[in-house]
């Protein structure tokens, strides 16, 4: 019976290769060469469940899954997430020279890990309890600590992050909807994150443009992003299936990466390779430097130690790579086949990959830094903290327009973790207009709301809720708006401080998510993490406290003691009394009798 | 128990305690003694320890250091450059010449507005897949804090920067500053950097500060300052680090400035003059050459910050290897997950290896201070007064003292307090209103002289004070009097103890400077002002010695003459060499009587007394606090009971008041 099973599924499998039947997966990957010589490598899947039952418990049509992960299904249907995003991110995103985001940070995540759901629940303590559940079962999956969450670092966002899937636009849902969302910026991402990512595509990596995925690679970029979007996409007759959309960034220095696959241990420039500046003094011991190599050219395999092993055979079309370059001074070539068969494409915008061929790409120009023209992030935005004491401190953000006439909306969505403990009142804005004077309203000031146009503030609880803060604000052209605002730091028990607690206290990228005309998100950022000093015990401390506190009570307690047993006389009582006291009559007579045996022996 | 009792009442019997208390400034220059010579022993074999990396991640130079070869090449190209902007442009010459090269290596760079004539150019490298919450400083000033023209040390260490932009293996993030000195211009950026500047890099962990004042390929040996303000010094771990790293890479390290022929001693003599010296220049951090060496800079913002100051002289080390000590520096430091916390913050270094912790040099201060705690007990308890008998045992059984008396003298004090409060306010507030320049120098020189004159004559006028006893007092106005002077000194006194102990454990170079020099004061006493001059004599003396402003003359002219403990220390071990009068006349003595020739002299304690008055508003220094506030006050209640007239004895009248049996 068993084996009778096995050889059907392997019957079945083959007949899959064989009839090289399609499914719901796309894939794509963008190229898009970045000033200074980095790359920007997008890698884009997309793949669909088959229909899926919303509101039964029985097993259906949903058992089946084909090209979507089976792992997700049960979990999805379990916690009834009707939305789920994942975002595991590193490093800074430098938009002064990289522009804005890949698809308007709709899929960049703080450092560390993010995930925020959308869940039906019939309130908000079962939603909680299935985010509880979803929050533990992915964190095997994902090799995070997702299981860390829990409702002390859990938000309700009210204005930004918000669903759009069509089932959220469209079905009326028979619970409540809840939105939550948590952030571990402590996580480390590493290539241990990367496996499931790849695990969940059809190909596992083996085929297609995860072929290139190596964590090697990939984390030894400039910047690195991976998210995952599962939304519940329903149609007009309310026939739903799951759609996931899984997007991995990294942006690659050519130069170093190269480097750092020629020459793995960086050696100085040997002294005839240096680039040095003619006009000025150069000779064999001297050199000024000049900036980097603009006339370059590069392939694919450099940088991920592997070529495109061919397109995915199963994918409803045929895997894409796009450059998007300046076509004036660079020149794409798709490179196919090997040894005698490579083949020289001239590659203009796309290029469907050969299921059958490796596939290399080979990217020259004589200007690197002449780029397609990048989108500016609409708002340029830091964070930092202020303040020097152990018991408190503040935040200092600080939004730039750069539109010269355009002001922009937008949602600032901060959670600061209980032991923040923020005040509202000392918040203020200072506005620094172009021409550099400035203006200072405090919150409570009626003038700050040309500025701040909405807060949605719910305080934290000790060790149940964040603090979760949403302000939408409006930055007037060519301004920049700086908040202030001072918080107090709160003591831990002793047994809440992490492990290396001497490192400090991630604070939670804030999320900032631009507002277009018509009130929808589009563009998302984050600030970076903020590392927050907590007053650090030391941990032997509890040791020397016992110890000295034992002696302090032992000592008091031998004085008491003595006050209650004994008695306070005079030098004149105290000898009266020594003399009806046993021992001294006891010597007495010792003393009588020596006297006797002196005069006995005196006597002989 | 039963011991401890009988030792009571043999002491009960034999009446030793007014003996004893009649011996209690004896005690306290006994403490004191004993606290000055706790520090002469702590250099000898066996009584200071060894320096130890405490922290395992920071694993100095476990790295092979890959600045060298055609590294050297680059930091000359870079350094031709800098010569030629030193020569050719001015401070916004140069600022712009560095914005380019910065940006040419990739760095986000910014520039800190001081005022409308002073900026500061610095840069940000991003760490490549860092988290962006903590940073790692280079400083590298345009000018020494000696005010020479920096040209090795901003080569180096733009040189540097870009190859450091060139490694993979940074986990924080690196910030290279460029401020025209690095005093005050450096202190504005850094606090900027925590209130206003937008673009920042996470936390601070560490701060080196590079001077390199030669456009020369070679160096000698590394000069290493740590002394922050208000006795904050960087974690022991990265001072070790710096040492370790720079002897491993075959550099001699000096600490406090100790001259090169004495850094291969290792004995006594060596140790014990680091000791003082880190002892002096710890107590007066942000006071000297417009604010000391660049740690100072850091200070107040959980930094650890170092300056390495290369000197020049044989030709024994390149400077790519100066290189390799900020680099395997800055190895170290990016190894960290935590902050440093694991070593010593509180220490006094010996030698490049040798350091003595908290623990083993606080009972120096706290004898001290006890000396001063038991003064006042011995103020209380009539010991002051010249009209006691004081040959005799205290035969006083009551040393009571009524409570208007009482409430006047505590009124006196915060009379006195209030007076020397205004003083310190106001000179502070002349420090904020007029700035240490050419137009103000001789202002300065006057108000300097001034203060310390009017100190020297307040101290004389204790001995020559006219005797303002009204003709007819009555018993009881005489002992009001004598009560309200034994209050007020007992006050002071023990203000002082309190002053000194609240600064011991943060701050224990200033609160054992304070106590030796203020020391003269425990042993004030007063009485009639008819008589008893040689008393008067010695009290004005006393006062003179201990007056804060003398200290600063001292301390100035000591230093305008370049007066260097080393020499003391070499004249004692080489007098049979005959280098005394070799390192004499290497003092900066005034040849002849012309006033050109003298003013120098004059500058050190003004340029001091400047320090003091302006270092709480440039750097949060306590120094001119802990001086006005609790030196000074004390200082002028024991003027104020030296002058006073007092012709009451209280043991003689209490005799008198109750015949024996």
């Known amino acids: 019976m068993l084996l009778q099973s096995i050889w059907t599924l392997v019957l079945l499998a083959c007949s899959v290769d064989a009839t090289a039947n399609t499914y719901p997966f796309k894939e794509r990957l963008d190229l898009t060469p970045l000033p200074r010589n980095n790359l920007l490598a997008s890698f884009n899947f997309e793949l669909d469940s088959n229909d899926i039952q919303l509101y039964s418990d029985g097993d259906s049509i949903s058992t089946h899954y084909t090209v979507f992960p089976r792992s997700f299904g049960p979990i999805l249907k379990t916690t009834r997430a009707r939305e789920l995003h994942l975002r595991f991110s590193q490093g800074w995103w ?11 940070g709709s899929t960049a995540g703080g450092t560390g890990v993010e995930i925020w759901s959308l869940i039906e629940a019939d309130d908000k303590a079962q939603a909680l309890e299935s985010w509880v559940k979803l929050v533990n079962s992915l964190s095997g999956l994902f090799c995070a600590s997702f299981n860390f969450i829990d409702e002390s670092i859990t938000t309700y966002p009210v204005k930004t992050l918000q669903p759009y899937s069509s089932f959220y636009q469209k079905v009326q849902p028979e619970k409540q909807l809840y939105l939550l969302r948590s952030a571990l910026p402590r996580e480390p991402i590493c290539t241990e994150n990367l ?135 660079w020149k794409v070539y798709a490179v196919t086949g090997t040894g005698d068969d490579e083949k020289f494409t001239v590659v203009d915008d796309c290029a469907d990959l050969d299921v059958k061929s490796t596939t290399n790409f080979l990217f020259s120009t004589d200007e690197s830094n002449n780029v397609v023209a990048l989108n500016k992030p609409p708002v340029m935005t830091s964070r930092s903290l202020t303040g020097h004491s152990q018991d408190s401190g503040g935040f200092r953000t600080d939004f730039a327009n750069i539109s010269e006439d355009k002001d922009v909306d937008l949602v600032f969505f901060e959670t600061l973790p209980w032991f923040v403990r923020i005040f509202l009142h000392t918040m203020d804005i200072t506005i620094t207009k172009p021409d550099k004077s400035t203006v200072t309203y405090s919150i409570s000031d009626p003038l700050s709301e040309t500025v701040l146009k909405q807060i949605y503030y719910s305080p934290a609880v000790d060790r149940k809720a964040p603090t979760h803060l949403e302000l939408l604000l409006r930055i007037p052209a060519g301004c920049s708006v700086t908040l202030n605002y001072q918080f107090d730091k709160s003591m831990l028990l002793y047994a809440e401080y992490p492990p290396d607690a001497n490192h400090g206290f991630e604070i939670d990228p804030a999320v900032i998510s631009v507002i277009g005309e018509e009130g929808n998100e589009i563009y998302h950022f984050r600030t970076t993490t903020s590392l927050l000093t907590l007053p650090t015990p030391d941990f032997s401390m509890p040791y020397n406290v016992i110890i000295l506190t034992s002696t302090v009570m032992s000592l008091a307690f031998g004085g008491i003691f003595n006050l209650l047993v004994k008695r306070v006389v005079t030098q004149e009582q105290a000898d009266s009394l020594a003399k009806v006291s046993p021992l001294y009559r006891v010597s007495e007579k010792l003393g009588r009798v020596r006297t006797r045996i002196r005069q006995l022996l005196g006597r002989a | 128990m039963p011991l401890l009792e009988r030792v009571s009442r043999a002491i009960d019997q034999h009446g030793l305690i007014p003996k004893l208390v009649r011996q209690l400034p004896r005690f306290t220059m006994l403490l004191a003694i004993l606290g000055v010579s706790w520090l002469f022993v702590l250099p000898l074999h066996g009584q200071y320890r060894i320096t130890y990396i405490s922290e395992n991640a920071l694993m100095p130079s476990q790295a092979y250091s890959f600045f060298r070869e055609s590294e050297w090449n680059i930091v000359r190209g870079y350094r031709e450059e800098v010569v030629r902007a030193f020569e050719e442009q001015d401070m916004t010459g140069k600022n712009e010449l560095m914005t380019t090269w910065l940006d040419n290596i990739g760095y986000k760079v910014a520039t800190h507005e001081i005022n409308s004539n002073e900026s500061v150019v610095y840069g940000i490298f991003h760490a490549p897949r860092g988290d962006d919450t903590e940073a790692m400083v280079l400083v590298a000033p345009w000018f020494t804090f000696d005010g020479e023209q920096n040209a090795g040390g901003v080569a180096l260490t733009i040189a540097l920067a870009r190859y450091f932009y060139r490694m993979s293996i940074w986990s924080k993030n690196i910030i290279v500053v460029f401020p025209k000195n690095g005093q005050l211009s450096l202190r504005s950026w850094v606090e900027a950097y925590h209130t206003s500047l937008d673009k920042t890099a996470g936390s601070i962990e560490s701060a080196v500060v590079l001077e390199y004042p030669s456009d020369a390929d070679h160096l000698d040996y590394i000069e290493l300052n740590y002394a922050g303000v208000n006795g904050q010094l960087p974690n022991l771990d990265l001072v070790n680090c710096a040492v370790f790293i720079s002897e491993h890479e075959g550099f001699k390290v000096s600490l406090q400035q100790t001259p090169k022929g004495q850094l291969w001693a290792r004995d006594y003599g060596s140790r014990l003059t680091v000791l003082l010296k880190s002892i002096f220049e710890l107590s007066m951090t942000g006071l000297l ?71 083993t040099y606080l009972p120096s201060a706290v004898l001290i201070s006890v000396g001063y705690a038991l003064a006042s007990l011995s103020a209380i308890l009539t010991n002051n007064n010249r009209n006691n008998d004081l040959s005799q045992t205290l035969r006083l059984r009551s040393p009571n003292i009524d409570p208007i008396p009482l409430c ?137 010695i201990s007056c804060p402003w003398s200290t600063i003359l001292a301390a100035g002219v000591l230093s305008s003459v370049g007066f260097d403990l080393d020499m003391v220390r070499n004249i004692a071990q080489n007098f049979h060499l005959g280098t005394a009068r070799e390192i004499v006349s290497a003092l900066h003595f005034p040849s002849s009587l012309d006033y050109a020739e003298w003013q120098y002299l004059l500058d050190g304690p003004t340029e001091i007394f400047v320090g003091l008055i302006s270092a709480y508003k440039h750097f949060q220094s306590w120094t001119w606090l802990a001086i006005c506030y609790g030196w000074f006050t004390t200082w002028l209640c024991l003027w104020a009971i030296s002058i006073s007239d007092v012709t009451y004895g209280e043991e003689i009248t209490e005799l008198e008041a109750k015949p024996a049996k």
């Open chain 1, 94 to 104: 430098d938009s002064e020279v990289w522009g804005s985001l890949p698809r308007n």
């Open chain 1, 195 to 329: 496996t499931p990512f790849i695990k969940i595509l059809p190909a596992k990596g083996k085929a297609g443009i995860s072929s290139l995925l190596n964590g090697h690679k990939v984390f030894n970029s400039q910047w690195s992003s991976m998210s995952i979007d599962i939304l519940t996409e329903c149609d007009d007759s309310l026939i739903c299936n799951y759609n996931l959309k899984q997007a991995i960034d990294v942006v690659l220095n050519v130069p170093k990466t190269i480097d750092r696959a020629l020459n793995p241990i960086p050696k100085p420039t040997p002294g005839e390779e240096l680039r040095c500046d003619q006009s000025k003094t150069h000779n064999v011991f001297q050199c000024f430097p000049l900036g980097e190599k603009t006339d370059m050219s590069w392939d694919l395999k450099t940088l991920f130690g592997t070529t495109i092993n061919g397109g995915s055979s199963i994918s409803s079309e045929p895997s894409k790579v796009c450059a998007h370059v300046n076509h004036e001074h």
């Open chain 2, 289 to 359: 050459k417009g604010g000391g060496n660049g740690c100072e800079a850091f200070s107040g913002w959980n930094i650890q910050a170092i300056s390495l100051r290369a000197k020049k002289g044989a030709d024994s080390h390149d400077i790519t290897t100066f290189g390799r000590v900020v680099e395997a520096i800055f190895r170290s430091v990016n190894n960290l997950l935590e902050k440093f916390h694991q070593s010593f913050f509180f220490y006094l270094m010996l030698a490049p290896r040798n350091f003595v912790s908290i623990g």
């Open chain 2, 408 to 544: 006047v003298g505590f009124a006196i004090f915060f009379l006195i307090f209030t007076i020397s409060t205004i003083f310190g306010v106001s000179m502070m507030y002349v420090a904020e209103r007029y700035p240490y320049d050419n137009d103000n120098v001789d202002g300065y020189r006057k108000l300097t002289f001034t203060v310390i004159f009017s100190g020297v004559f307040f101290s004389f006028y204790a001995s020559l004070a006219p005797s303002l006893s009204l003709s007819k007092e009555t018993d009881d106005h005489k002992k009001f009097k004598a009560q309200v002077v034994r209050t007020l000194n007992a006050l002071a006194l023990f203000f002082l103890t309190v002053v000194l102990i609240g600064l011991l454990v943060v701050h224990f170079a200033l609160s054992f400077t304070i106590g030796v020099c203020a020391l003269p004061l425990a042993f004030i006493s007063y009485g009639p002002q008819s008589s008893q001059s040689r008393a008067k004599l010695i009290n004005s003396a006393l006062l003179l």
